[in-house]
Nanobody, 120 residues
């Protein structure tokens, strides 16, 4: 079984920064991509950012482009989300996810989430 564990969430004032981390452990697997999603109270979970393991292509939701940056570790399945210029509307539970190489079911593994709260 694959586990994804997020860390780095917390409470920050608007305009501040946070850095989220996610690391995979457990059964070995080959990742095609890893990403971050978020879910605010009363809303559906939404895509935030992703990174491909081969070629390092990165993708962002329009709402976070130019404020957030996703990166990955060079030697292990770990991803990071640097969040700058945070806004109250960024408040949500942030989830890390991983997609297996060759999988046709989107993201196969999910973390438990880490809370990010941005105060105005």
């Amino acid at each position: 079984q694959v586990q994804l564990v997020e860390s780095g969430g917390g409470l920050v004032q608007a305009g501040g920064s946070l850095r989220l981390s996610c690391e995979a452990s457990g059964r070995p697997f080959s990742a095609y991509a890893m990403g971050w999603f978020r879910q605010a109270p009363g809303k559906d979970r939404e895509f935030v950012a992703s990174i491909r393991w081969s070629g390092k292509g990165t993708y962002y939701a329009d709402s976070v482009k130019d404020r957030f940056a996703i990166s990955r570790h060079s030697r292990k399945y770990a991803v990071y989300l640097q969040m700058n210029s945070l806004r109250p509307e960024d408040t949500a539970v942030y989830y890390c996810a991983a997609a297996r190489t060759g999988s046709d079911s989107g993201y196969d593994y999910w973390g438990q989430g880490t809370q990010v709260t941005v105060s105005s």
